[in-house]
Nanobody
């Protein structure tokens, strides 16, 4: 199995910054992608940012220019630097990974438990 553990969420004022971290552990043979999704009450879960094994990234239009996703491959860790935060960024943020397990042949999706980000004055 794969475990994803998030950290870094909290309360921040509009215009402020937060940095989320997600560490993946387990019998990982290949990490195809890691990213972040978010979900607010009454809304569907949406992709925030994702980084692929080759280093390419994809962002939701709503966060482009404000959020940056990066990775630390040696520790299978992904970060989300969130700047210029807005109240509408308030959500539970969930780490995501697409992983091929040791001894496996097909990739699978894994999710963290989530960390709450609240942007409010």
């Amino acid at each position: 199995q794969v475990q994803l553990v998030e950290s870094g969420g909290g309360l921040v004022q509009p215009g402020g910054s937060l940095r989320l971290s997600c560490a993946a552990s387990g019998s990982i043979f290949r990490l195809n992608a890691m990213g972040w999704y978010r979900q607010s009450p009454g809304k569907q879960r949406e992709l925030v940012a994702i980084i692929l094994s080759g280093g390419s990234t994809n962002y939701a239009d709503s966060v482009k220019g404000r959020f940056t996703i990066s990775r630390e491959n040696g520790k299978n860790t992904v970060y989300l630097q969130m700047n210029s935060l807005k109240p509408e960024d308030t959500a539970g943020y969930y780490c995501y990974a697409n992983v091929v397990l040791v001894g496996g042949r097909s990739p699978g999706d894994y999710w963290g438990r989530g960390t709450q980000v609240t942007v409010s004055s």
